[in-house]
């Protein structure tokens, strides 16, 4: 089961947003930059609650996360699921 964080997992920090902002990047390399921060904090709270490392996750296992925090979101209601969308 996936546990939830406590208030809200934040994925971009604001100091990593400023970082993003003050590198010499174009706005697409900026976003991606932030998507990719992002998606690696996620990855690693997917591998913790999957008892791999991140090398060893598969994307079958990313996809399996994603529906149990799904239906945990659907049958629980948004706060006790991780992702709070």
């Known amino acids: 089961m996936v546990e939830s964080q406590q208030p809200t997992t934040q994925f971009l920090t604001p100091e990593e947003s400023a970082d993003v902002d ?3 990047l174009s706005s697409p390399e900026k ?3 932030r998507l ?3 998606s690696l904090r996620l990855l690693k ?3 913790k609650d999957t008892g ?3 090398e060893e996750l598969t994307h079958q296992q990313v996809i399996d996360w994603f529906e149990k925090d799904g239906k945990i979101r659907r049958e629980q209601g948004i706060e006790a699921a ?4």
């Open 45 to 47: 709270q997917i591998a």
């Open 22 to 24: 003050k590198a010499l």
């Open 82 to 85: 991780f992702l709070k969308w």
């Open 36 to 38: 990719t921060i992002s």
């Open 31 to 33: 976003f991606l930059s």
């Open 52 to 54: 791999v490392t991140i």
